[in-house]
């Protein structure tokens, strides 16, 4: 499998593609304005405290106060603060107007202020530092034994007294060498080195340390010998992606190209394309099926539909053939949309339990090259699939999108009937109200046109009952809900 990145820089905007056999699968956007906060190291304050949901907000000078739980807090006694039952006590380990050094670990989503962690950690090409923490972890991903077993001994050989914490082994580190090893562990002994001087004479509300820029970023988390080429169409971000691949990657072998061509570089692709499909409900199958998207700001729900596809042989074959193509389509399309939180998928029902089996199987295996963590179910009785995948940002729809201002995000509007009906109502509210002379009716063109037309009729009996003439005006800005009776 040949996989290749393409960044597309532009003056406020760097835009990352991973392209697997010349398929998009994933999308990455950060702007300068809105630049993702995972990662940073921040000097907070606390500005409340909250003992019923074990939490604590924190002002770190974001425009809304960041949420830290009690179990993201690193104890700093033996007890850990814990109450009688064993659980983290808030109260134990936080008060108001108390200052502490935390990290991001997840943006803030929708309404929801940014999530903390006290227990930070430095990333580095194949390490992760965590200070204060005297362990040696090796990622599950790397499955060899004698792999694990190798790379904990290099680490706890290179580990000094100086050393004020422990090392993760990342999924890259699998088959690196000793020396390269020992580079990222006096890399990070050096940055941490630097946190700590800044976080001593930092104020609170101020930031510490910000994570690398995206274009370098992406090299340093998904670079691997899987990638053969990298395409860059800034000179600038060009030359510090080989500045960095030069000092942390020597050994990889991996193409880095500048492109200067006219023609934009994610069209050679049709990564844009593959975008604005991405931001869609529907998702067309190639067999002639379809998936619908809902978001919402609690789940995610996927419908699977067999939509024009008939099959060969019988209705059974036909919805199993459906759902395994539709099992691959929704595993890229989590990572395209970047979907997280609680995901509930309906696939059509199966009847026979090896093809329920299969379905859920296949839908596993592609999952496996998600580099966020998923949770996958078995299939309820209801013929539903619940899973959950790891959120750490927004989704590429609430990047790229805002609600609809016409429906406010409910994807429908009421029909030029119903609001009609409900102006008569309110005409006879004001008539009862108010002592006017006539009413002025302001509203859309289309519940206009209604009016005055097929609802003519009724529109006489009422200006009969309420015994007062009926006048109309069309507001060329009004969407088809708004309207206005105006007592005269």
Not at 199 to 209: F, N, T
Request: aromatic residues 6%.
């Amino acid at each position: 499998m040949s996989e290749e990145i393409l960044i597309n820089v532009t003056p406020r905007e760097t835009r990352v593609a991973l392209i697997e056999n010349g398929v998009l699968q994933e999308v990455l956007v950060e702007r300068t304005r809105r630049r993702g906060l995972v990662g940073n190291i921040y000097k907070g304050r606390v500005c409340r405290v909250l003992p019923g949901m074990q939490a604590a907000f924190v002002d770190i000078g974001l425009d809304r106060a960041a949420f830290l739980h009690a179990s993201d807090i690193l104890p700093r006694n033996p007890d850990g603060g814990t109450d009688a039952d064993g659980e983290r006590d808030i109260s134990a380990l936080l008060r108001e107007g108390q200052e502490l050094t935390v990290q991001v670990i997840k943006d803030p989503l929708g309404t929801k202020g940014a999530r903390l962690t006290t227990q930070s950690t430095i990333p580095s090409r194949f390490l992760v530092f965590i200070p204060k923490v005297n362990n040696v972890g090796i990622s599950q991903k790397i499955e060899d034994e004698a792999e694990r077993i190798r790379l904990r001994d290099i680490i706890q050989l290179f580990m000094t007294e100086q050393d004020e914490g422990g090392y993760i082994a990342r999924t890259a580190a699998e088959g690196a060498s000793a020396e390269a090893l020992r580079g990222d562990m006096i890399f990070l002994r050096k940055l941490w080195s630097t946190i700590d001087e800044r976080e001593r004479s930092a104020k609170p509300g101020s930031i510490v340390y910000e994570d690398l820029p995206l274009s370098v970023r992406i090299m340093r988390d998904l670079l691997d010998a899987r990638v053969e080429k990298v395409r860059i169409d800034s000179r600038e971000s060009y030359q510090r992606v080989l500045r960095f691949i030069e000092m942390f990657m020597p050994d990889l072998a991996v193409e880095v190209e500048y492109y200067p061509g006219e023609r934009p570089i994610f069209d050679l692709y049709g990564v844009e394309d593959e975008i604005q499909k991405a931001l869609d409900r529907k998702v067309q199958l190639k067999s002639g099926g379809y998936l619908i998207f809902d978001q919402t700001e609690s789940m995610t729900t996927i419908d699977v539909n067999t939509g024009g596809y008939v099959g060969h042989r019988n209705l059974e074959e036909t919805i199993f053939k459906t759902n395994l193509e539709a099992a691959q389509a929704i595993a890229r399309q989590l990572r395209l949309r970047n979907l997280g939180g609680i995901i509930i998928i309906d696939f059509i029902d199966m009847t026979q339990e090896e093809h329920k089996r299969q379905v859920l199987r296949t839908f596993e295996k592609y999952l496996e090259k998600d580099h966020a963590k998923a949770h996958i179910s078995e299939v309820s009785s209801l013929g539903l699939v619940e899973m959950t995948r790891k959120r750490t940002r927004e989704s590429l729809q609430h990047i790229l999108c805002e609600e609809c201002p016409t429906c406010s995000g409910r994807g429908s509007l009421m029909t030029a009937e119903t609001v009609c009906y409900e102006i008569f109502r309110e005409i006879l509210r004001e008539s009862r109200q108010y002592d006017a002379q006539q009413l002025l009716v302001l509203a859309s063109q289309e519940v206009v046109d209604l009016l005055l037309d097929e609802e003519s009729d009724s529109l006489a009996e009422l200006e009969a009952f309420i015994k007062k003439p009926i006048k109309f005006q069309v507001e060329a800005l009004y969407t088809q809900e708004q309207y206005d009776v105006v007592p005269l």
